[in-house]
């Protein structure tokens, strides 16, 4: 299997959002070793912003990713996409998934990106945004991520994870899974799935289902929907896996559960 979202042509239903009335553009994030490169986008002009962190994609911070930053920014939100394994290597060169995962997603500690998304949050903090009200979403490996820094940081107030693994992750550095945290949430997560998705089986999601049933408040208080004619990846119109109806309607939820907890 091999995909490159550079590679080619865009699919027709792939969206842009106008920037007009936005602030937003690509900026070097500091983090506890350096500097990496990240995205935001909020309204211009305006402060005390909720914050939604936006976490990428196996393939990184790229249009797709940066226009969902947009998108989160017309909506009210102050959004930021950082490149979460830059350290590793840079994915935009990489055409194959399996060699993509062995040579740089496999290498990925999660404690990194936990330290990265932290750096995002002291940023948000010094431009515009009010980090009392932090929100995070991801898609794929953005996905699992979601879950994990919902039970990892007590500053997150809401989630929503796009169709990540559950039962596993990519690599041997992944201590822990989705399955192992649910229970143990610091906040409401909405998990959006694709009930034709061959990488995440039903029995994962029902799984997931028990665990927060058996959980702390915020793990009952999260919710998870199955689109059943949904594969992977159903949000990403740049891709064929694209589904409107369904990407519009996974949106309209995440919106509004964004504004349940973090208005």
């Given amino acids: ?44 002009g305006k402060t005390g912003l909720p914050v ?34 830059q350290r590793q290597g840079d994915a935009s060169q990489y055409t194959d998934i399996p060699k993509l995962v062995a040579d740089i997603v496999s290498k990925v500690p999660d404690e990194q990106v936990y330290g990265d998304l932290d750096a995002c949050l002291a940023w948000a903090a010094a431009h515009g945004g009010d980090t009392a009200r932090t929100g995070i979403t991801g898609f794929c490996w953005g996905g699992r991520i979601t879950w994990m820094y919902a039970a990892h940081n007590p500053a997150v107030k809401a989630g929503v994870a796009w169709y990540g693994k559950l039962s596993s992750g990519h690599g041997p550095l992944i201590k822990q899974v989705v399955l192992d945290v649910a229970a143990d949430l610091h906040a409401p997560v909405l998990g959006l799935y694709g009930g034709q998705d061959a990488s995440i089986p039903l ?61």
Avoid at 54 to 79: M, N, P, S, T, W
Wanted: aromatic residues 10%; hydrophobic residues 45%.
């Fill in 1 to 44: 299997m091999s995909f490159s979202p550079a590679a080619g042509q865009p699919a027709a239903t792939t969206i842009h959002t106008d920037p007009q009335g936005l602030s937003h553009g690509d900026f070097e994030l500091p983090v506890a070793d350096g500097t990496i490169a990240a995205y935001h986008a909020a309204p211009q």
């Fill in 52 to 85: 939604v962190l936006v976490v990428q994609e196996i393939f990184g911070v790229h249009e797709h990713i940066k226009d969902v930053c947009r998108r989160l920014a017309k909506a009210g939100y102050l959004a930021i996409a950082p490149e979460l394994y």
């Fill in 203 to 263: 029995q994962d999601v029902d799984a997931l289902k028990a665990r927060l049933a058996e959980g702390n408040a915020a793990a009952r208080a999260s919710e998870v929907v199955v689109y059943p004619e949904a594969g992977h990846a159903f949000l990403a119109d740049y891709r064929p896996s694209y589904r409107e109806d369904d990407a519009r309607d996974g949106w309209q939820r995440m919106l509004a559960w964004f504004e349940r907890y973090l208005a």
